[in-house]
């Protein structure tokens, strides 16, 4: 063992050592498993579970879910935020032959159980001439389209040549309802007072050649993007639709899973076979660059865990700017992990302990609300609310770089773990480190109450503690000499009504004599 280390495990000064300092506050360049952990850049991390990167500068533990209802355990869920014009919103689910309503207290009433149970299923909203406006239709490839107008009276649309064709594939777009099945595109009669016979399906049609049909989604000015298990297609229909308008293919690849298909911004993201892609991203980088990754290029840990095998369960919703997306990792037959994307940051984070069938967000009481419809036993719940998972505790988990100082051939040892952290209550926060890329070593805790809070019954008057940041330093020295280091802090318990925050993590050791 070195001087330098003796005298700093031994707690005397060591004036001749160069200290190295290295300071971590942001987090907003997201998880990158792709890389090794010494290797990713500054701002990014080698795992980030159940943290919320939203505020540059400093990462916090993501909000909860609140239950609103267990509806039943029925195979075929989904979900679907019905806002008419100039109605009643109301949260819609389909649940085995069952469509349900919320509208955001009380308890889910039942409109139609005309469904086959434990069917895949899909509701848009279309808007039609007459008393009826705004209108709900129901479809899961199989049975008849179904129709629900505001005061909840359900038609059946029946199955002849002039009515909407049976398919999981619908968008409105431009005053029509579009229907996309075995690759055709269909389209009805704009804004007609009635959707039975409003098609023409000998007539009224397009070829979309994209293979087994997985969505239509509108983009202004740009037109229709048909989106099938082979390719992606393109068409921007004229105001009346003629055969001079003419499709063409964006990309020879398609979507895994028709639910991950979701508008973001000015792009369109999707699971595709090699990850999570944005579709017009994907056609300028082959453009200009002649080659394109997948937006979840960096989660490769996480890649390689997608169970293929029921990728098509995947779900998505893009909410409070960020991309939700939902997969099944490991053996897990059903969704059981969450990849959330930053669109602003190009970042990602990983949220575990949601079991995610179906997604929906709808506006209450003037504040748009994500639901999401648990796969394992179709609980409805509120999400990103609240403290926990429904009493559950959240496991915060982060794991920083593997950082080298600056000097990846030196040892260093001895010097000091500082964390800071924003003041809420008596929680404690785990701290850990790992050397050289072996096994992590806990390091102690540090308890984020500010000291000062009265203790109830106190007597009058008293002050309230503000919040305030803490901080909190772990010796290294019982690490004792290495070349690299990474920091994990967890939090894997309650924390009532309190935000846990945490602000910056830096270290300061010392350099040992070159050998």
Known sequence: MSRHTMRLLSGLSAPDAKRLPIVRRDYSGGVNSRMHPSHIEENQASALYNVDISTPGQRKKRRGI?????????????????????????????????????????????????????????????????????????????????????????????????????????????????????????????????????????????????????????????????????????????????????????????????????????????????????????????????????????????????????????????????????????????????????????SWTVITGWTVADWAKITFSGEERLHYIDSTDGKVYRALYGYDDNSTAIDYHEEGREEDMGMPLNYKAGGDLLVTAQSSGDYDLTVYASVDGGDYTELGTMNLSAGDSPTLPVTLPFNLAGTRALSKQFALGSLGQWKTIRVKVRHNDTNASDEIIILETSIVTFLEEYR
């Open 66 to 346: 609140t239950l609103i209802e267990d509806i039943g355990n029925d195979a075929g869920l989904c979900g679907f935020g019905f806002e008419p014009d100039g109605g009643t919103n109301e949260l819609l689910v389909v649940h085995g032959t069952k469509l349900e309503g919320y509208v955001g207290s009380g308890t889910f009433t039942e409109h139609d159980t005309g469904f086959t149970t434990g069917l895949d299923t899909q509701i848009i909203k279309v808007w039609k001439s007459g008393g009826d406006g705004s209108v709900a239709m129901v479809q899961n490839g199989t049975n008849n389209a179904h129709e629900m107008t505001q005061a909840h009276v359900v038609t059946d649309l029946t199955a002849d040549s002039d009515d909407p064709p049976k398919s999981l594939a619908n968008a409105f777009f431009r005053g029509r309802w579009w229907v996309l099945k075995d690759n055709s595109l269909y389209y009805s009669d704009a804004y007609p007072t009635s959707y039975a016979g409003a098609f023409d399906q000998s007539t009224e049609v397009f070829k979309i050649p994209v293979g087994e049909e997985r969505a239509i989604i509108g983009v202004r000015d740009i037109g229709l993007v048909c989106i099938g298990k082979d390719e992606i297609w393109g068409i921007n229909p004229t105001v009346i639709p003629a055969a001079t308008d003419k499709a063409e293919k964006l990309l020879e690849m398609g979507c895994i899973a028709r639910k991950t298909a979701i508008p973001v911004g000015d792009d369109i993201m999707f699971l595709a076979p090699d990850g999570v892609r944005g579709i017009f991203r994907t056609v300028q980088d082959k453009l200009q660059l002649g080659q394109s990754f997948p937006l979840s290029h960096l989660l490769k840990t996480e890649f390689d865990d997608i169970n293929w095998a029921y990728a098509s369960k995947a779900t998505a919703i893009y909410f409070d700017n960020r991309y939700f997306i939902a997969l099944p990792s490991g053996s897990s037959t059903y969704n059981d992990v969450v990849w959330v994307y930053y669109p602003a940051m190009k």
